[in-house]
């Protein structure tokens, strides 16, 4: 090991508060920037095992974009354990009823599947429309 190398410590942990406007942008490349700031990845003092990531808030979420045949080719399935008791929606669906929850999940499966990875995934802020509740905080926006 490096004589150099600094291990971040839950005390020494710096958050800031990003902003991305979703406007216009591909649902995946969104959610690959969203998990890498959650994760703190981005940072100098990144360590795997320390919650080090930032906040990040989202407006605009009804105009994300998808590319190719997703819409109707996307499935995502749910599962209630029971006989025929699997569910499945399609992204156009989501998308119409709840669109936050499809960045959400995106998200999520590329987040640690552990505490760790539950722990950041509250530091998402996902909002409809272009206001949003974190001005106060003044977030740093960033485009894609």
């Given at each position: 090991?490096?004589?150099?190398?600094v291990?971040q410590?839950?005390?020494?942990?710096?958050?800031?508060?990003?902003?991305y406007d979703a406007?216009?942008?591909?649902?995946g490349?969104?959610a690959?920037?969203?998990?890498?700031?959650?994760?703190g990845?981005?940072?100098v003092t990144?360590?795997?095992?320390?919650d080090?990531?930032?906040?990040?808030?989202v407006?605009?979420i009804?105009?994300?974009?998808?590319?190719?045949?997703?819409?109707t080719?996307?499935?995502?399935?749910n599962?209630?354990g029971?006989?025929g008791?699997?569910?499945?929606?399609?992204?156009?669906e989501?998308?119409?009823?709840?669109p936050?929850e499809?960045?959400m999940?995106?998200?999520?499966?590329m987040?640690?599947?552990?505490?760790?990875?539950r722990q950041?995934?509250?530091?998402?802020r996902?909002f409809?429309?272009?206001?949003?509740a974190?001005?106060a905080?003044?977030?740093e926006?960033k485009?894609?």
């Amino acid at each position: 090991m490096n004589k150099y190398t600094v291990m971040q410590r839950k005390e020494d942990v710096v958050r800031d508060w990003i902003h991305y406007d979703a406007d216009g942008v591909v649902l995946g490349r969104l959610a690959a920037e969203i998990a890498k700031d959650l994760m703190g990845k981005k940072k100098v003092t990144f360590t795997p095992h320390i919650d080090g990531g930032d906040f990040v808030v989202v407006t605009n979420i009804e105009k994300i974009a998808v590319t190719g045949k997703k819409l109707t080719d996307k499935v995502y399935y749910n599962h209630s354990g029971y006989m025929g008791g699997i569910r499945e929606r399609r992204l156009e669906e989501v998308l119409a009823k709840n669109p936050a929850e499809a960045l959400m999940m995106a998200v999520k499966r590329m987040l640690p599947k552990n505490k760790l990875g539950r722990q950041q995934l509250t530091r998402l802020r996902v909002f409809v429309g272009a206001e949003h509740a974190h001005t106060a905080q003044k977030p740093e926006t960033k485009e894609l």
